[in-house]
């Protein structure tokens, strides 16, 4: 499956930016989709997850509340809806694909990522 995600800008902070990803090749009824981020410097680090069949989801701490990833199966898509941004959300945002059972880890497929910047 390939992933194209999109939807990243330049915000001030307390803004909201709503993140897609595209997905082609093969549906993606069959994944556990997440994002992820990376910052400059850092290391990768997980934002969001959700269920195949979309009635679950799961997030990290520091985006727990004001971040809401979503799934439409039929559309082959899934956005994360971004809110109260603040600076140290700054990163690069990607979009994942994984064919096994766990949130966080074994991701199988990764889309090109996008640039979020939070300006304080």
């Known amino acids: 499956v390939q992933l194209q995600a999109s939807g990243g800008g330049l915000v001030q902070a307390g803004d909201s930016l709503r993140l897609s990803c595209a997905a082609s090749g093969r549906t993606i009824r069959s994944y556990v989709m997440g994002w992820f981020r990376q910052a400059p410097g850092k290391e990768r680090e997980f934002v969001a997850a959700i269920a195949r069949s979309g009635d679950s989801t799961y997030y990290a701490d520091s985006v727990k509340g004001r971040f809401t990833m979503s799934r439409d199966n039929a559309k082959n898509t899934v956005t994360l809806q971004m809110n109260s941004l603040k600076p140290e959300d700054t990163a690069v945002y990607y979009c994942?694909?994984?064919?096994?059972?766990?949130?966080?880890?074994?991701?199988?497929?990764w889309g090109q990522g996008t640039q979020v910047t939070v300006s304080s």
């Open positions: 994942a694909a994984s064919q096994y059972y766990s949130y966080t880890t074994g991701y199988d497929y």
